[in-house]
């Protein structure tokens, strides 16, 4: 898969979003037929979407925890199949200066299809540049879906940090977090902060 995401904060509670990117050899674990395969997961198709994430909870405003809505919509390039629109509210909560946890209910939404789904991950400070990143998803559908990320993060600089990932979901933004794939990937994210 190749994707790229662009965030512009608007403000110090809301972010817009666009996101561009293909998915390349897709193969479901559940059923590598659906239409989801063959409308949003197709080798070589570019996506294209545009979304917002605001910020409604954070300790920085006096509350216990971050809350976060996300919400992404958009459709594949060449595609006459309706596009889909993709949300989720991010939940962070610090235990400590070393770990963090997310919980993070997600909904995608399509004329063809509709489910809903959970994400857990943790944030483990093993250095004070070094972040061990494990991740567990699962979709609440007839044949759900149970997929699992594990990722190192290497921060080089204040601003910037690159991710090493192993993972069987479909990809790592939106739908793609959602999915579970028949084999085990290994991925790069670069990451950017201006």
Known sequence: NLFAFYGYSLSNVFQLELSTGSFNDVDLATNSKSPLQKNYLNNDIYNYRFGG??????PQKDDLFWMALRTSVGRNEGSNHQGYAFSELINTFKL??????NVSP???FSGGESFGGLGVSGYINILDNLQFIPEINTSFKDDSDLNSSLALRYSYDQNKSVDFYYSN???IHDIGNLLQVNEHRFGIKLNFLY
């Open 106 to 108: 997600k909904y995608f």
């Open 96 to 101: 400590n200066e070393f770990i963090a946890f």
């Open 53 to 58: 994430k605001l910020l409604i909870f954070s």
């Open 169 to 171: 979901a479909a990809g």
